[in-house]
């Protein structure tokens, strides 16, 4: 791999983009964030708080802003939100400015990681979340797959063997 690429994790909620995004960090010596995270830093308040008083929109602002600054930096991982797909400025900013892992999965595995989980707000809604992951899963899959450089699957294998995956494919 080139000296200090950065490495974007992309995928829907649940594919465990944090969690392996650690473990990629530890395992090259990089410094590892997550776009939810910062959005918190900088508000102060949580992603569920952003929701319920700016709305989608003004967390997709957010978001868009997080990531601008972050794919300027050099040497990191970055697990990016599932949504931050969605913009296209955040694809091509991602595509431009570092490697892009698709991190994919079941919607079974996506609904055991996020079951009990009160941090994602569009799980929180009167729909089924099964529904709720199925269509965002066919508006956003194509998004994930034009963006990435790489597809990885999480479904079965632990979050360090999936890194260790990534590390050899880079
Ligand atoms: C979202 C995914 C979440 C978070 C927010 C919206 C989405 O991040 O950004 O709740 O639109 O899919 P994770 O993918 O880390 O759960």
Redesign the pocket.
């Known amino acids: 791999m080139a000296e200090k690429r950065n490495i974007f994790l992309v ?5 465990g ?2 969690t392996i995004g650690r473990h990629l960090a530890q395992q090259l010596h990089m410094e590892f964030f ?3 995270t910062v ?1 918190e830093e900088r508000t102060g308040a949580d ?1 569920s708080w952003v ?1 319920d008083v700016e709305g ?1 929109d003004g ?1 997709r602002v957010r ?1 868009e802003k997080v990531i601008n600054d972050l794919t300027q930096e050099q040497g990191i991982v970055l ?6 797909v ?1 913009s296209k400025e955040n694809r091509n900013r991602l595509s431009a400015r570092g490697i892009v892992v698709y991190l994919e999965t079941t919607i079974e595995k996506q609904l055991a990681r ?1 079951q009990r989980d009160k ?4 799980l929180q809604t009167p729909e089924e979340p099964r529904d709720v992951l199925e269509a ?1 899963a066919e508006e ?1 899959n194509p998004l994930y797959e034009e963006v990435a450089d790489y597809v990885v699957r999480t479904d079965d294998q632990s979050a360090k063997v999936v890194a260790n995956q990534i590390i050899k494919m880079l």
């Not at 941090?119 to 569009?122: D, E, G, I, S, W």
């Open positions: 995928g829907p909620m649940g594919a983009k944090s997550d776009s939810d959005i992603i929701f989608e967390f978001e697990a990016t939100g599932g949504g931050s969605k996020t941090k994602r707000p569009l965002l956003r």
